[in-house]
């Protein structure tokens, strides 16, 4: 699953409700593949435990996204939602926003350099949406904890959306216990 064609891109939004075990390193969802250069998209926190949304384009080698430069390492145990939305534009910088628990948190632009085209995976019917791991071979980039629902959406979700889908998974994942 991809939101480009190496061309253009197009809206969308992922979200999740998450339970992470650990603060470091952490993989949420992704269209991964065995290297991050075949990857479309990465959503999951990095060393330090600051959350990331990128966006790669394969043709240039060059990827897009944003930061929560605050570490999230207060979430680890507890379920979060977690979730990204991208306008489509062909420009993740300024088109795409990191949401935990319903509210717009990134701060800050990720950037390889070069130029961005548009978002370009290795062939995402060899490599789908992978949702707690971002490649097969790196034990610690498995998730260690649990997915309680999970949501995609073919347009950009608004922030009052974001919070409303946000309220139905915690609703859900309450009212199942």
């Keep these: 699953m991809t939101f480009g ?28 593949a065995n290297s991050w250069g075949s990857a479309g998209y990465r ?4 060393s330090g435990g600051k959350m990331i949304s990128y966006f790669y384009d394969l043709s240039t080698s060059k990827f897009r996204g944003r930061i929560i430069n605050n570490t999230v390492a207060d ?18 910088l300024t088109g795409s926003r990191i949401y935990l628990d319903g509210k ?8 390889a350099g070069g130029t961005y085209v548009a978002m370009e995976a290795a062939d995402p019917a060899v490599y789908p949406l992978q949702i707690g791991r ?3 071979y790196v034990v610690a ?24 889908v946000h309220y139905m998974l915690r609703n859900n994942m309450e009212n199942d216990n």
Excluded: C, H
């Design 134 to 136: 971002f490649g097969p």
């Design 75 to 92: 979430k680890v145990g507890t379920w979060t939602t977690m979730g990204w939305t991208y306008d489509g534009g062909g420009a993740p």
């Design 141 to 164: 980039q498995f998730l260690d904890g649990g997915v309680a629902g999970f949501i995609v959406f073919n347009i950009e979700l608004s922030a009052i959306q974001m919070s409303d």
């Design 43 to 46: 959503f999951g926190t990095i």
């Design 104 to 111: 717009r948190e990134d701060d800050t632009n990720a950037s």
């Design 5 to 32: 064609d190496g061309t253009t891109d197009e809206p969308g939004t992922m979200l999740g409700l998450f339970q992470s075990n650990r603060g470091d390193v952490t993989p949420f969802f992704a269209n991964y």
